[in-house]
């Protein structure tokens, strides 16, 4: 019988006959569609071999120990995705153990020791984990930027000798549901409900929500999820045990906002997400004027309960208002919610109109500038970055200490190829707040533009850890850097994580298809870029793309040249 060595992982359904008798069509119907959308794509990806598909589980067959982990790590971060918004009893969590051993062949099948002890890790995992083996550890050790909790040795069912066992705790693309990612207290901030009757008030209440998370996120011994991945909880039935357990937290703060006749109510509450008790709650009923103060009251309390020592030196720095117009501060709410969408357009009357109604407001001048780099996107001409510059020296100019004004200052230097310039203010934000989701992200793409793209990769990694649900321009400056980094499939696959693609985007997939010589892929790529852009170019790319060297830019313009898109 023929044998050789094989990096096995086992996995299976927690809680399938529960969840047959429950509701049997419906589960059937969910695992067949993430075999389909999920399993099968990443076994490919990964160069797996499916050896043996179960009512509840799959064995799998890889080349490579580091191939498996890989694959393991990443099917559980895309179920746990697809369990968002679920009733707990409803959602599908997977164990996996991994075993790299010897194997016996017989025809499609395999037998033997290195196949049962896989079968044996993943029984003894806890639901939403990878359990690897010793052997498994001593390949993937050093290579994967992931963190391992040595286990000892275990004593599983049929297999003579005990079994060094680990658990993967942590990794670029965090598991959810397992354990906490740090030592820190660690906390999400939920989006607060808008009360007020009008659905248009909404971004007034997570203009709110998304200030106390910056303010929180200032603190070096805080560990707070970034806005994009709290809020993915918005207008659902929150269980706040499931969502700690989700974004591994130990704490959930809630709370609501409710506006009218100049008046603002404000309830907020703290919650030990491991006993659902309530450590704090506190209801605030001010005039609108006062929501600065009311925002800074919030920080300083919640700050105090977890970290004692820190309310002196909160509490000073939340003194500081960033405006005295209430009207311009929801304008610039607004400009800030367009530009997270990625519209500059949409965002610049509003952010404009809060420069009127108050010329000293930092952050109204920075988002304004990001606003004008996000139009130069689609239409590169010198004098939108000429005004987006100008703009973002201005916010500077009037507050120093501002990390975002920095960040988006940095921002537009990138795009003016001043990347000495942008290094210095990226520098300068990072020390007023160094956990900036938003900093590290932009910090990022630039790293990628000077061409550190392990580096750049590597932050991005991080990010990950702090907000598990990025907004979509992440993926794109990910995919954007696996490019340049000739990583043309792993760019293929960050690009799929986009929810909205534009011409651009199909432009990259379109280089990164030629590049694999997938080339009736990459025909289709460019014909979608083209269709719609229609005057889409290569020389207009390079015009709005700042390469520190030419020769980053080199994989991604052989490529659509490749693809036929045009000079």
């Keep these: 019988m023929e044998r050789r060595l094989a990096a096995i992982l086992a996995a299976d359904v927690v809680g399938y006959s529960r969840l047959m008798e429950q509701d049997e069509a419906g589960t059937l119907a969910a695992l067949l569609e993430r075999r389909k959308s999920i399993l099968a794509p990443l076994v490919a990806l990964y160069k797996g071999r499916i050896i043996k598909l179960m009512g509840d589980g799959v064995l799998i067959e890889f080349p490579s120990a580091v191939n498996a982990v890989q694959c393991a790590v990443e099917l559980q971060q895309k179920m746990a995705e697809t369990n968002i918004g679920l009733e707990e009893d409803r959602a599908i969590m997977l164990r996996v ?16 020791d290195g196949v049962n002890l896989a079968a044996r890790l993943e029984g003894i995992a806890e639901p939403g984990t990878v359990y690897i083996s010793g052997t498994v550890y001593d390949q993937v050790k050093g290579k994967l930027k992931f963190e391992y909790e040595e286990l000892g040795s275990q004593r599983l069912k049929n297999i003579a000798e005990p079994v060094r066992t680990y658990r993967i705790v942590s990794t670029p693309a965090r598991v959810m549901g397992t354990r906490k990612t740090t030592d820190k207290p660690s906390l999400a901030v939920l989006a607060f409900t808008n009360m007020s009757g009008d659905p248009e008030q909404e971004y007034f209440s997570d203009g709110v929500t998304e200030d106390i998370i910056t303010e929180l996120s200032r603190f070096r011994s805080l560990f707070v999820i970034a806005r994009n991945s709290s809020f993915q909880y918005r207008d659902k039935a929150v269980d706040v045990r499931r969502v700690a357990r989700e974004l591994g937290v130990q704490y959930v703060i809630e709370g609501s906002v409710r506006r009218a006749s100049g008046n603002v109510r404000i309830t907020a509450q703290l919650i030990d997400a491991a006993t659902g008790n309530h ?7 001010r005039p609108l004027n006062d929501i600065f103060a009311v925002q800074d009251e919030v920080v300083h309390k919640v700050t105090a309960r977890l970290e004692g020592r820190l309310a002196t030196r909160i509490a000073e720095q939340a003194r500081r208002k960033p405006t005295h117009s209430m009207t311009a501060y929801e304008h610039v709410l607004r400009g800030r919610e367009l530009t997270g969408l990625l519209d500059g357009v949409g965002a610049e009357p509003a952010l404009r109109r809060a420069i009127e109604l108050d010329p000293g407001y930092a952050q109204a001048y920075a988002w304004l500038s990001w606003a004008l780099v996000i139009r130069f996107f689609r239409d590169p001409r010198p004098e939108l970055l000429g005004e987006a510059l100008f703009h973002a020296r201005q916010a500077v100019a009037i507050d120093d200490t501002d990390g975002l004004c920095h960040c988006l200052l940095a921002n537009t230097h990138v795009f003016h190829r001043e990347f000495d ?6 520098e300068r934000a990072l020390s007023l707040n160094p956990v900036d989701v938003l900093t590290i992200a932009h910090r990022c793409h630039w790293l990628f533009r000077i061409g550190r793209h392990d580096e750049a990769l590597d932050g991005l990694d991080d990010v990950l850890l702090r907000d598990p649900f990025p907004p979509s321009w992440y993926w794109e400056v990910r995919a954007m850097t696996l490019l340049a980094a000739r990583q043309y499939q792993q760019s293929i696959e960050a690009t799929g994580r986009m929810s909205n693609l534009q011409s651009y985007n199909h432009a990259l997939l379109a280089a990164c298809h030629a590049q694999l010589g997938q080339m009736n892929e990459a025909r289709a790529e460019a014909v979608e870029a083209l269709r719609l852009h229609p005057s889409f170019t290569i020389g207009w790319i390079m015009m709005s793309e700042p390469f520190k060297n030419l020769a980053d830019a080199e994989p991604m313009v052989t490529g659509m040249r490749k693809a036929g898109l045009p000079e």
């Design 97 to 112: 153990g991994i075993n790299l051993g010897d194997v016996a062949v017989e025809g499609d099948d395999l037998y033997g």
């Design 279 to 285: 450590l704090w709650v506190e209801r605030y009923d």
């Design 421 to 426: 310039a942008a290094r210095v203010h990226f």
